[in-house]
């Protein structure tokens, strides 16, 4: 189970969310978005990763504890 979990954790964040940022990168991209659009894009992707990876540490701890 803890196998199961671990390569589901693996796959959103290293194939599901980049897919999502792919996307909507190519979205901003074809709206001709302005600077504020890219300025929340690009705050919005490191964010997103760390807190997936910090979501699954503690996914973690709980299943030790």
């Known amino acids: ?3 199961l979990s671990l390569i589901s954790g693996c796959l959103v ?3 599901t969310m980049p897919i999502w940022y792919f996307l909507l ?3 901003l991209a ?3 978005a302005d600077r504020l659009l890219w300025f929340l894009f ?3 992707v490191p964010v997103g990763l760390f807190a997936a990876i910090l979501s699954e540490i503690a996914k ?3 299943e030790k504890s």
């Open 42 to 44: 690009w705050i919005y």
């Open 25 to 27: 990168h190519s979205i």
């Open 60 to 62: 973690r701890g709980a």
């Open 1 to 3: 189970m803890k196998a």
């Open 30 to 32: 074809a709206i001709h």
């Open 13 to 15: 964040i290293c194939i």
